[in-house]
């Protein structure tokens, strides 16, 4: 098994990675935005993404996004092929990709959302900590990518403020403190994804005018992301 950065060699694999990444949001049941081989290829080409081979067989990717002229970097559409799950390659994709974003984007702040707890798990591991949605970058690129969700009308109905996904970031400025000062706590980002679904999950759509219940739930997400980070 080899983890690399892609190169042209691995254009090959684009379809096959778009379809892992669609059959993966049908099984979950999740919102995961789709991706084209075309896109997936523009990837590649520019030298932003990690790929997992076993000889010529895909195994797993992540890529890199910059955004704000390079002041946030995301890592995004991390997928494993189903033959090779259960095995941690999940874990080293994501740490090689965090790895070269921090070479290749050293002052960047590095974020992701993500509706999986596995995940959350592996970006607290390197540093990363809970965000609200404000704190990510603002560029409507970034947030046009979301459209492909099937959660997508979540996001507009919150003028952004929050999903079903989780924000987290990395930022370099809080490298010296490379220990984090409090253990992962599977229980609260599991009760941070519950009042999500609960708040956010209706059948009918609240009116219009009916604000107060939004806010209540996005600070109510605020206490439990602070709880999170120990404050």
């Known amino acids: 098994m080899d983890i690399v950065i892609a190169n042209k060699s691995h254009i090959k694999h684009a379809t096959v990675i778009c379809d892992t990444i669609e ?13 084209t081989p075309e896109y997936i290829i523009s990837k590649i080409e520019n030298g932003n993404a990690v790929i997992a081979v076993d000889g010529d067989k895909f195994a ?28 941690g390659l999940a874990k080293k994709i994501k740490k090689t990709t ?30 990363y900590k809970p965000v609200t949605f404000s704190e990510l970058t603002d560029d409507p690129t970034f947030w046009k990518g ?12 919150t003028q952004q403020k929050m999903c079903l996904c989780t924000g987290m970031m990395y930022d370099p400025k809080e490298k010296e403190n490379k220990k984090q000062k409090h253990p992962y706590n599977s229980k609260v980002l599991q ?41």
């Open 23 to 35: 059959e993966s949001a049908k099984v979950r049941g999740t919102g995961i935005a789709k991706r």
């Open 60 to 87: 797993g990717f992540c890529y890199i996004e910059a955004w704000g002229h390079g002041k946030f970097v995301a890592n995004s559409g991390l997928i494993v092929h189903p033959d090779y799950r259960k095995i």
């Open 98 to 127: 965090f790895e070269y974003s921090r070479t290749k984007y050293p002052d960047a702040k590095i974020f992701g959302i993500t509706t999986g707890l596995a995940v959350m798990k592996i970006n607290y591991e390197l540093g």
């Open 146 to 157: 979301c459209q492909t969700c099937k959660n997508y009308d979540i996001l507009q109905r």
């Open 191 to 231: 009760r941070l994804k519950n009042i999500k679904q609960a708040l956010l999950l209706k059948k009918k759509k609240p009116a219009k005018n009916s604000i107060i219940p939004l806010e209540e739930g996005y600070i109510s997400l605020k206490k439990v992301m602070a709880k999170f980070k120990g404050k």
